[in-house]
């Protein structure tokens, strides 16, 4: 006779895909509640620490673990590419963003770096701080990078989560009345292109899944040659840069080199791999969209609206022809 924890038990573990509870749930089940008398049984609950870890596996067993089925090691190895490629945008962005304001700041006279240096200093501790933490935290992005295809792991997980703490300063601020937001779709949007690759990396690169790795090229030179794309796309077009220009631009260089390698190949270069950039791709074009929208109409803004919906139709093309291909890929699978 099922007793009542045996019971709750069975449905915590209805977190677990079909696949990995017709293999382990009567092991599980007997584990948890196989040296507790009846009386017990019937009043007790499975812990929280229990039901934490169930779910944790929950996670990892949908996110291709050894012996998963097909599905779910596309679904995994999909994850975890987009964690990757989005985690790369963002440390370029990280590193070059802020060379470049130094170095404009340091070469045009002492007014203009005495106006650099007022951003963190004379607002009162917390808005110094959270200015300083703004310029310094994103550095996690590119710890996370290298952390990650260096197989330190934890790393990873700390410097993403670090990396996208700024963007949240904008909602807090708000909800506490300190400051109002200007432009809410944009910031919503810009959160949720820090935090979805970030919980990403954190649920697809756990300790059962194979380790990160690059399609093609070592982890320093593919970094190198993101931070030169992104760093000519600001210098070149100055006039429609914003926090998006650079990573939108250089997701379209990478995806189209993807697709070409992919081509050359004959073959996907990752299982996923077209869709998981066609999900970037469409979350860059979220931001853009929301970027642009409150200057549609305005004269003034001609001259930063002309490059930026160019960028917002080259992502639109290319979301499509990469989910077209991931779509084949799946197909064929």
Known sequence: ?????????RTVLRLLPAYYRREREEEMVETYVGDLDRDTQDQSRPTLGEVASIAALAVRSRLGAAGAP?????????????ALAAVLLLAASAVVEPILQLTWSLTRGGAQRRLFLSEFTGHGPLAD????????????????????????RRLA???????ALPTLWPL??????????????????????AWLPALALCAAHHRDAPAARLPAGTPGVV????????????????AAADLVWGPAN???????????????RGE??????????????????????????????????AGYLGGDLVQAAALALLIVVLAVAGCRELAAR
């Open 70 to 82: 097909r599905p779910y090691v596309l679904l995994g190895s999909g994850a975890r590419l987009f």
């Open 250 to 264: 250089c997701f379209v260089v990478g995806a189209l080199g993807w697709l070409l390698w992919t081509v050359r």
């Open 172 to 193: 807090v601020s708000s909800l506490t009345g300190a400051t109002p937001i200007v432009e809410p779709a944009f910031v919503v949007t810009l959160a949720l292109l």
């Open 268 to 301: 996907p270069v990752a299982p996923g791999g077209a869709l998981a950039l066609a999900v970037l791709g469409l979350l860059l074009l979220a931001v853009r969209v929301s970027a642009v929208y409150p200057w549609l109409g305005l004269p003034e803004a």
């Open 223 to 238: 970094f190198m040659a993101a931070c030169v794309v992104t760093g000519a796309s600001l210098v070149l077009l100055p």
């Open 157 to 163: 997980r700390t410097g993403v989560l670090v990396a």
């Open 129 to 152: 701080t959270v200015a300083v933490a703004q310029w310094v935290l994103p550095l996690g992005w590119t710890a996370a990078y290298f952390g990650l295809l260096y197989g330190r």
């Open 1 to 9: 006779m099922t007793t009542l924890l045996e019971a709750r038990y």
